[in-house]
C-alpha cells in the first residue's frame, strides 16, 4: 500500500525550460511535505518543503505547490540547469507519525 | 565535516554471514533512522531512534537489530543475511522526530551473494 506516489518513473527537459515534478498521496492526514534530490552514490538532499496549511512555497528556483482537495503537489524549477539532474523523491508525514513516507522517485534528465 | 557518516559504503558477504551498518552524526540531533531503499527504489523507513530510544519498528525482520549507544550514533547489525536483503540502507538524522526534515547519509550498498 503505497501511500506516496510519483507515477513518472523518468522526465527530460531542455536546459532553460521549466521542470514539473508530479505526487499523489492518498492519506488525508499527511501534513508536511517534502521534496528530496539524490545523486548517484549519495544520500538524498533535502530540496524544499510545504505545509498543508499552505498551497505554495518558493526557494529561489524552486517552487512547490500543494493541492490538498486533489491530494497532489509539484515541484517547479524554472530555469531548469544541468545540475539539476538528478533523481526527485517527495515525501509526506503527519504530525505525531515520526517518519517520512518517500514516492520511488523522478529522474529528472536536463539536456544542454 | 560530513554530517550524517555512515560505514562502510559498499558491503559484499555471502549469505548466512553477521555484519554491521554504523552511522554517526554531528548535527546534535535527537533522532536518527535506518531507512531501505529496495530494487523498485522506495525509500522505506525500518528503525527510529529518539535520543537513543527505540520509537518506529516497521515490522523488520528479528535479523536486524539497531543499536543507539549514544545520541549521536545508530548502528545496524543484520544476521544469518538472506539474499533480499541486498539493497541500499541509509542512515539519517533530525532535530526532533515529527515533521521534520531528514539528513542522509551517502548510503551503504548492502549485496548479499
Known amino acids: 500500500d503505497q501511500q506516496v506516489k510519483q507515477n513518472s518513473p523518468s522526465l527530460s527537459v531542455q536546459e532553460g525550460r521549466i521542470s514539473i515534478l508530479n505526487c499523489d498521496y492518498t492519506n488525508s492526514m499527511f501534513d508536511y511535505f517534502l521534496w528530496y534530490k539524490k545523486y548517484p552514490a549519495e544520500g538524498p538532499t533535502f530540496l524544499i518543503s510545504i505545509s498543508s496549511i499552505k498551497d505554495k512555497n518558493e526557494d529561489g528556483r524552486f517552487t512547490v505547490f500543494l493541492n490538498k482537495s486533489a491530494k497532489h503537489l509539484s515541484l517547479h524549477i524554472v530555469p531548469s540547469q544541468p545540475g539539476d539532474s538528478a533523481v526527485y523523491f517527495c515525501a509526506a508525514s503527519r504530525e505525531g507519525a515520526q517518519k517520512l513516507v518517500f514516492g520511488q522517485g523522478t529522474r529528472l534528465t536536463i539536456n544542454p | 565535516d560530513t554530517a550524517v557518516s555512515q560505514t562502510p559504503k559498499y558491503l559484499v558477504t555471502q549469505m548466512g554471514n553477521d555484519k554491521s551498518i554504523k552511522c554517526e552524526q554531528n548535527?546534535?540531533?535527537?533522532?536518527m533512522y535506518w531507512y531501505k531503499q529496495d530494487s523498485k527504489k522506495f525509500l522505506k523507513i525500518m528503525f527510529s531512534y529518539n535520543n537513543k530510544e527505540l520509537i518506529i519498528n516497521e515490522t523488520v525482520p528479528n535479523r536486524f537489530s539497531p543499536k543507539s549507544p549514544d545520541k549521536a550514533h545508530l548502528n545496524l547489525h543484520i544476521n544469518s543475511l538472506e539474499l533480499g536483503d541486498s539493497a541500499v540502507y541509509f542512515c539519517?538524522?533530525?532535530?526532533?522526530?515529527?515533521?521534520?526534515?531528514?539528513?542522509f547519509g551517502s548510503g551503504t550498498q548492502l549485496s548479499v551473494l
Open positions: 539519517a538524522s533530525s532535530r526532533r522526530a515529527t515533521n521534520e526534515k531528514l539528513f
Open positions: 548535527l546534535g540531533h535527537d533522532t
